[in-house]
C-alpha cells in the first residue's frame, strides 16, 4: 500500500519540520524517502497541517478500573449511545466508553498511539482481553509495581538487582511497558485502611520508605534499560499542600540522572501542584514546579487538565477514592487485587462555580504555560480522572489562545479567578509546540523510536487537520482550531486511512507493544525461593501467572538488555 500525502504543511518536531510545506510518501506502514504518483494513492493536505499521528502518554482505556467504571455508571452510558455502521460496532461513550468506541474516538483525533496506566499485574490477562478489542490504535500498559511485596522486600533488602530480575520477569509475565509506580506505600498501607502522607513515612511490615520504593525502582528501571522512565503518581495526590511532597519526590531523584536524561515521568501533574493547608485556602503550586522544571532536566510530566462536566474517576490510589467518595459523596467503588495494588472508582463532576475545581482547571493549563520547554510537560487529561479524552481539542484551544483562555476565565468562580496566574501569561502554544505536547515529546519520554515523527523508517501513522497555518491566527480564531483538531481531515494507521473528516472508513486493529528485558542469569528471578513464596503471596499457580504473547492479538516486542 503506497500513499502520498501531498503539498502539507509539516509539523515535527523530531526532525525540526516547523510547517514546511512537503509531500510525505509511505510505502508498507512506514515513511519512505519516494513513492511515485502514479502508483500511490494520493492525499492532497494543500491548506492543512499534517504531524505525526498522536500519543497519549496516560489514559485509562482498558482493564478492571475502567470495567468497573462502565459498571458502576449506566448513567454515563445513556446520554452517549453509539449506533453501529457498516464499518464499526456499536457502543456506549461520554466517560467510560466501551473498548470500540474509545479506539474510534481517538482515531478520529488523530491519535494512533495510547498508553493505558495502571494494570494490576494479576489483572493483566482481563486488561489485554480489553485491548484486544480496541481497534484503531497502538497500546501498551503499565504494569502497578510500586506496592508489590516481592519489589518492597527486595528493595528494603538492597537486593536492587534481584529486584530487576523480577521486575523483569514481571514485563514479561503481564506483557508490560513501564514501571506504574501510585502512591508508593500508601496502597501498602491502604490495605489496611492506612496511608502514608510523607515521602519519609515508614511502611509497617516492610521497614522502608515511598522515598527508597521511588528511589530504587528508579535505579532498577536504569539497570534495565526500559525505554520509558518510572511513571509515578506521587504521594498526597489531590491534596491541599501536596506541591511540597511533589518538590521532595523531584529532588530525591536528581541525583540518579546522569546528563539531561529525564529519569521520572510524574503523571497528571496538575492533582499534584496545590499549595494551601486546607480546602478553603488551597491554591497554585504551579509556578513552584514550573521553576523546579525550569532549573532541571531530570523530570518530564504531564498535565492532567481539568474540563468542566461530568466524568469518572478512577485510580489504584486506594486511599485517595476513598477521600473523593467521603468529600462527594457520590457512589464509590473499592477493589483491593490481592497483594499486589488496591483501587477505586468515584463518579465526579468538574464545576466552574467550585473555586477548587476552577483552581484545578487553572493549574493544568499553568503548568504548561509557565514550563518554558515544551518537550517536558505533555497534553493528558488523565482520562477520565480530570475528563475524558474527547477534550483535547478544548485544552490545545486554551493552550493556543488567551482569548480563549479569558472566556473560560470570566465564567469560573471569583475566588479562583483572583488566585489563577493565567491572566499573567500571555505564552500561547504554536502548532510546532502543539505538535511536540500531544505526539512527539509523548513518543520520545516513552521511548518509542518509529512514533511521532515522520522521518524516514518512521511508522506510518499521521494525522492531516483541515487548518491553514499560514492563514489562521490561532489567538483569535481557536474556534476554527478547536474544531479541526476534533475530527482530524485525515487519520492514516499503518499506512492506511482509516478516519476521514470525523468517520472511520476503515477498521484496523493496531499492535499492543511491550518490553521484554534480558537479565543476567546471576540475577536470577526464578530462584526457589520466589517460586515458594508465590503460593503464600498469590491465589494463582506460578505456571498460571505470565500472560503468552499469542494471547495478544497483534504483539510487538522491545527487547532491551540489562546491564551487567
Ligand atoms: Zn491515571
Redesign the pocket.
Known sequence: MKLLIKNGSVYDPINSLKGDRMDIAVNEGKIVDQVSEEEAEVVDASGMIVMPGGVDI?S?IAGPDVNLGRLLRPEDHYRDVVTKTRLTRSGVGHSVPSTFVTGYRYSTMGYTTVVT??MPPLEARHTHEELNDTPMIDKAAFPLLGDWWFVLEYLRDKKFEECAAHVAWMMRATKGYAIKIVNPGGLERWGFGGNVHTIRDEVPGFNITPREIIRGLCRVNSLLHMPHTIHL?TNNLGKPGNYSTTLDTLKCLRNLATGDKPVVHI??CQFSSFTGSDWMNMGTGADIIARYLNQHTHATIDMGQVLFGDTTTM?ADGPFQYDLYTLTGNKWMNHDVETETSGGVVPFRYKRTSPVHAMQWSIGLELALLIDDPWKVYMTT?HP?AGPFTGYPRIIAWLMSQKAREKTMSKIHRKARRKSLLPSIDREYGFYDIAIATRAGQARALGLRDKGHLGIGADADIAVYDVDPEKIDASRDYRKVRRAFRNAAYTIKDGYIVAKSGEIVQSRLGRTIWVDPTVSPEWSDTSDDMRNRFKDYWTIEYENYPIKENFLERSETIRVRAEV
Open positions: 496516560h485509562h496506566p495502571s503518581h503523571t497528571h485510580t488523565d480522572n
